[in-house]
């Protein structure tokens, strides 16, 4: 990191803002990208003066912007026709269908807290954009999300600092704590379906 953060600040401030903006974009484009690492860059550079805090802030939040759109188009476009044409057994019309349903339902409250479940975005945004829910509204939602969660991470930098261990300390912290309500939430619904399933069995 510290490597990485002196051969950052050596170049020109606006290859900083290229480089850090395309790294951001990708995070919605790949799930591969550690797209909070970039954003904690970011939120370091700025605080330390290197980078323009509005101007970093605003480039963050275009960057996740113009990914969310391009994963919900390609995904719009192409996936679900492919599913459908197929029609496989694991992936059905009638399962299509029922999903739909389903994140029409829960979907847009995820799409709006993308941005603070971390390893998620990525999936959220390709299945709105696979299932077509609506794109306005979808936008609409991610770009408060990303606003949010982006402004506090900018804020976060600017108040410490120099201190970017300590940036990464609380968001590693947070990143626990919500992957393991994320976890708790999902066991406990499994274990709530496998009971009433076994119930409607024995009836």
Not at 20 to 26: A, G, K
Not at 122 to 131: D, H, K, N, S, W
């Amino acid at each position: 990191m510290d490597n990485l953060l002196l051969s950052l600040e050596s170049l020109p401030i606006i290859i900083i803002y290229a480089i850090l903006f395309i790294l951001l974009f990708m995070e919605y484009v790949t799930p591969f990208v550690p797209g909070d690492t970039f954003l904690v860059i970011s939120a370091y550079l700025a605080g330390v003066g290197t980078l323009n805090p509005i101007l970093t802030l605003f480039l963050v939040i275009a960057a996740n912007i113009f990914g969310f759109i391009m994963v919900y188009y390609f995904a719009c476009k192409w996936g679900r026709e492919y599913f459908e044409r197929r029609n496989f057994r694991f992936f059905s019309h009638e399962k299509i269908i029922k999903t739909e349903n389903h994140f029409k339902k829960y979907g847009y409250w995820l799409i709006f807290v993308n941005r603070f479940l971390p390893g998620t975005r990525f999936f959220i945004t390709l299945t709105a954009g696979f299932l077509k829910i609506d794109f306005k509204k979808s936008l609409l939602l991610n770009t408060l999300s990303v606003i949010l969660w982006s402004s506090f991470l900018m804020s976060l930098g600017i108040v410490i600092g120099k201190n970017i261990e300590e940036i990464k300390s609380i968001l590693s912290r947070y990143n626990i704590l919500i992957t393991s309500i994320v976890f708790t939430i999902i066991a406990g619904y499994i274990i709530f379906w496998l009971i009433k399933n076994s119930k409607a069995r024995a009836n």
